[in-house]
């Protein structure tokens, strides 16, 4: 005797699943019409559709579907670089939230899988010297790249630049680059 064909019995699992939790539209969507829902009500029908030996059901592949699930791989892929990028040149647990959702305790994750130090304190100020250089690299980078000053990725990556080119904190680097953009010092 020939074993119960297993994708007939994944079918009839998920649409008694979601038979039980009122989710009709998912059953029609499995192509079940009025008829055969009546009957996956009725036990002795069900134990015949799960045990029968021929596949009465077929898979297709949405492969539009299929691929938006792939990129979307790569686009968590980018972030969780971007991320650890952004903590190992000193970007804030704020920033980070900020930008990408993140709680505190998954920040300090990532730094402890990243080996970073624990941070303890805020980071220095910037002196005169290194006030001017970062803003002059900053000026010649929003002009370069055509940022708007209201794009805050646009602005996200150019203070990553800035940050590694100067070995400076990121989180310092956006606070001044914030400041002047909310004291008005840059016109957009």
């Known amino acids: ?15 008694l699943h979601d038979l039980r939790n ?3 539209r998912r059953c029609k ?14 036990p002795e029908l069900v134990s015949m559709l799960v045990n ?18 792939l990129s979307q791989v790569h ?11 952004m903590l190992c040149l000193g970007a804030s647990t704020e920033m980070v939230s900020k930008f990408y959702g993140l709680t505190h305790q998954e920040v ?28 002059e690299r900053w000026k010649a980078g929003v002009s370069e790249r055509h940022i708007a000053l209201t794009d805050d990725m646009a602005m996200l990556a150019l203070t990553m630049d800035l940050a590694e ?13 914030r400041n002047w953009i ?4 840059v016109s957009p």
């Not at 019409?33 to 009725?42: F, I, M, P, R, S």
């Open 75 to 85: 686009d968590v892929e980018r972030e969780i670089a971007t991320v650890d990028r």
């Open 165 to 177: 080119a100067m070995s400076l904190p990121m989180s310092v680097i956006w606070s001044a680059i």
């Open 108 to 135: 300090a994750l990532r730094r402890d899988i990243l080996g970073l130090p624990k941070r303890k304190g805020r980071h220095p100020v910037l002196d005169e010297a290194q006030d001017l250089a970062l803003w």
């Open 22 to 24: 009122g989710q009709l």
């Open 29 to 42: 969507a499995m192509g079940f019409g009025e008829e055969e829902l009546d009957a996956l009500k009725h």
């Open 52 to 69: 029968a030996t021929v596949s009465w059901c077929s898979v297709s592949v949405n492969r539009e579907v299929v691929k938006r699930l």
């Open 182 to 185: 909310d004291q008005g010092l």
């Open 1 to 15: 005797m020939s074993a119960p064909h297993p994708l007939n019995q994944a079918v009839i699992a998920q649409a």
